[in-house]
């Protein structure tokens, strides 16, 4: 019999911790409540899970800290639950490697599903097919290593999400291309629609990532999305 991922839930909400936690139950998930980021991190350091679903406003230990504490010794998946939109950059900023947010309020069915997208990306980048090619893909000083999901520009190593590094590793395998982002949408979330703001938000913080190591590698393309900055 196949283990069931470990999901932890951290929400000080019982309410939404109760419907979160029966649907992911009900999808094959085992399922770990948490009642704030203190608690949370407790569990975390007892049994590292599969992925987190992470509340961003909690009384003892908000979501943003506990994502920093868990970052600096763990990269399982995170996925943000926020009550308003316009914390999208916090939530998915440059130090905490989200990989995921939901809004409130939103539907049970789709955050399983957003969970499952994030989950099966991370199992990709863990677990790649023996016989797979594992190729460098490479245009200048931007080298991406599809084997070790590394990305380096020059000698200098940038470290970026699941996500990030799915959506770099498109513009990259075509360099010239113009992407609309509903075309990146559908190369890094599969069957999950997001808003423009997410595909937005994950390109600003690559960015800034490359930005300190001295390097351009997205372009935007006004009126249309997103391309290689590298000719």
Not at 155 to 176: C, I, N, Q, S, Y
Not at 184 to 212: C, Q
Not at 213 to 231: C, D, S
């Amino acid at each position: 019999m196949t283990e069931r991922a470990s999901i932890l839930v951290v929400d000080d909400d019982p309410h939404l911790r109760e419907v979160v936690g029966f649907a992911l139950t009900q999808a094959g998930f085992h399922v770990e409540q948490a009642r704030d980021g203190r608690e949370g991190l407790e569990l975390v350091r007892r049994s590292v899970p599969a992925l987190i679903v992470l509340d961003i406003m909690m009384p003892e230990m908000d979501g943003l800290e506990m994502c920093r504490e868990v970052r600096r010794t763990h990269d399982c998946p995170i996925v943000f639950l926020s009550s308003r939109d316009d914390e999208v950059d916090r939530i998915l900023g440059l130090e905490l490697g989200g990989d995921d947010y939901l809004t409130k309020p939103f539907s049970p069915r789709e955050l399983v599903a957003r969970v499952k997208a994030v989950l099966r990306r991370a199992r990709a980048v863990a677990s790649p097919p023996p016989t797979a090619p594992s190729p460098v893909l490479r245009r200048g000083p931007l080298r991406l290593d599809m084997d070790l999901w590394r990305a380096w520009w020059n000698e200098h190593e940038v470290v970026l999400t699941v996500t990030e590094f799915h959506l770099l590793a498109a513009l990259l395998r075509a360099p010239g291309k113009a992407f609309t982002r509903d075309e990146l949408m559908t190369r890094v979330y599969e069957d999950v629609v997001v808003s423009d703001r997410t595909i937005d938000s994950h390109v600003r913080h690559i960015r800034r990532k490359f930005a300190d190591a001295g390097g351009e590698v997205i372009q935007t393309v006004h009126g249309l999305g997103y391309r290689l900055a590298i000719p």
